[in-house]
């Protein structure tokens, strides 16, 4: 049986700045994978939300498919905070892909988790 292993890498990132721009989350993930060593296979989708109740709520998603997999960002600006999601099938530097993270937005506090997936 073949085996393949993918890991995912969960970023959540308080105190942070420039989450309520679209055209800088959309600048992020068209550089950002290949500042990782990724190739992207999609344009980034980047979707603002305005919670018709909650401004918490209020927020961009953003998306790009990978060579490799995925890259995702959720943004609540409200509380300074944004979760990323790297899942991918390829080797590389997770704490060049955190520094980098941590000076595009400014980031304060990061919590981090890395799996390991696949079968």
Same mark, same amino acid.
């Given at each position: 049986?073949?085996?393949?292993? &993918?890991?995912? *890498?969960? *970023?959540?990132?308080?105190?942070?700045?420039?989450?309520?721009?679209? /055209? #800088?989350?959309?600048?992020?993930?068209?550089?950002?994978?290949?500042?990782?060593?990724?190739?992207?296979?999609?344009?980034?989708?980047?979707? #603002?939300?305005?919670?018709?109740?909650?401004?918490?709520?209020?927020?961009?998603?953003?998306?790009?498919? *990978? &060579?490799?997999?995925? *890259?995702?960002?959720?943004?609540?600006?409200?509380?300074?905070?944004?979760?990323?999601?790297?899942?991918?099938? #390829?080797?590389? /530097?997770?704490?060049?892909?955190?520094?980098?993270?941590?000076?595009?937005?400014?980031?304060?506090?990061?919590? #981090?988790?890395?799996?390991?997936?696949?079968?």
């Amino acid at each position: 049986m073949l085996k393949r292993h &993918a890991v995912h *890498l969960i *970023l959540d990132c308080e105190g942070c700045s420039n989450l309520d721009n679209e /055209d #800088k989350i959309r600048d992020f993930l068209e550089s950002f994978p290949a500042e990782i060593g990724m190739k992207t296979i999609s344009k980034p989708e980047v979707i #603002k939300y305005n919670h018709p109740k909650d401004e918490a709520e209020n927020g961009i998603t953003g998306f790009v498919v *990978l &060579a490799e997999s995925h *890259l995702a960002i959720h943004t609540y600006p409200a509380r300074s905070y944004f979760a990323l999601d790297i899942f991918t099938c #390829k080797q590389f /530097d997770v704490e060049k892909a955190i520094a980098i993270v941590k000076k595009e937005f400014n980031v304060e506090n990061l919590k #981090k988790q890395f799996i390991e997936r696949g079968i």
